[in-house]
């Protein structure tokens, strides 16, 4: 028999038909088993230690949507000063500058100036 893959996550489907058979193996009193990974004890100490560790999970991954929040709303309020200094440098020092150049501004004589196009006359 093949090991299973324990890299990828269980449906919850399956997941909750295990919990569902838990369930049902509580309601067998007479039920006892040598083999020590499906004893009655085993089996409620990882059922308790999958929604304890799915409980870590789930606030864990809150703090990282709230983390990835705070960053995002950082990188935008450090974009936005950005844009704010560089039109206070063109607006100080003059769009042909070479410290409007300094912050990643383009001089406006360096700027490529629009082609003509030549108009085809059409002849029938």
Do not use: C
Not at 50 to 78: G, H, I, N, P
Not at 82 to 89: L, P, Q
Not at 110 to 118: F, I, M, N
Request: hydrophobic share 35%; no cysteine.
């Amino acid at each position: 028999m093949t090991s299973p893959d324990t890299t990828r996550r269980l449906r919850p489907q399956l997941i909750n038909q295990d919990i569902e058979s838990l369930h049902g193996l509580q309601t067998i009193s007479t039920y006892e088993t040598n083999r020590a990974d499906a004893t009655v004890t085993n089996l409620q100490q990882a059922y308790q230690a999958m929604l304890t560790t799915q409980q870590v999970e789930t606030e864990k991954l809150t703090m990282y949507r709230a983390a990835a929040d705070a960053a995002r709303l950082a990188e935008w309020e450090f974009h936005n000063a950005v844009i704010a200094m560089k039109e206070v440098v063109r607006g100080q020092y003059g769009s042909d500058s070479d410290q409007a150049q300094a912050v990643g501004l383009k001089k406006k004589s360096e700027r490529k100036r629009p082609s003509r196009k030549k108009l085809v006359a059409l002849t029938s």
